[in-house]
C-alpha cells in the first residue's frame, strides 16, 4: 500500500524559513528518487527539488541557495524533508512530495500537500 503525507506548512513572512516533512510509504518511493513539486494557484505543479537514493540533489533555478532537500529510508518508509529559508511571496504554493521520475506528472498517487503562503 502506498501512501503520502505532507506536512510542515504555514504562513510565513517575507524573509522566514519552513521545514516539509514527507512520509512517503512503499516500494515505489523507498526504491526510487523523490522530489518536492509544488502547485500555485492557476499554475501548474512544478519540480522544485529531487533527491536520489544515493543522495544526489536537483534544485531548480528559482529556489537553489534557499532550499534544500534530504531523505531517511527505514525499510519501506522513506522521510523526505525541505529546508526553505529566504522565503519569497512567489514561494507561496501547495507543496507535494512524490516519486520523482519520468512521466511524474502522470502519478496516479498525491497526497493532500501542503500550503505554504509567504505574505507580510
Known amino acids: 500500500q502506498v501512501q503520502l503525507v505532507e506536512s510542515g506548512g504555514g504562513l510565513v513572512q517575507p524573509g522566514g524559513s519552513l521545514r516539509l516533512s514527507c512520509e512517503a510509504s512503499?516500494?515505489?518511493?523507498?526504491?526510487?528518487?523523490m522530489g518536492w513539486y509544488r502547485q500555485a494557484p492557476g499554475e501548474q505543479r512544478e519540480l522544485v527539488a529531487g533527491?536520489?537514493?544515493?543522495?544526489?540533489?536537483?534544485?531548480i533555478a528559482s529556489v537553489k541557495g534557499r532550499f534544500t532537500i534530504s531523505r531517511v529510508n527505514a525499510g519501506n518508509t522513506v522521510y523526505v524533508q525541505m529546508r526553505m529559508n529566504n522565503l519569497k511571496p512567489e514561494d507561496t504554493a501547495v507543496y507535494y512530495c512524490?516519486?520523482?521520475?519520468?512521466?511524474?506528472?502522470?502519478?496516479?498517487?498525491w497526497g493532500q500537500g501542503t500550503q505554504v503562503t509567504v505574505s507580510s
Open positions: 512524490n516519486a520523482w521520475k519520468p512521466g511524474w506528472k502522470n502519478l496516479e498517487v
Open positions: 533527491i536520489t537514493t544515493g543522495g544526489v540533489t536537483n534544485i
Open positions: 512503499g516500494t515505489l518511493f523507498s526504491d526510487n528518487a
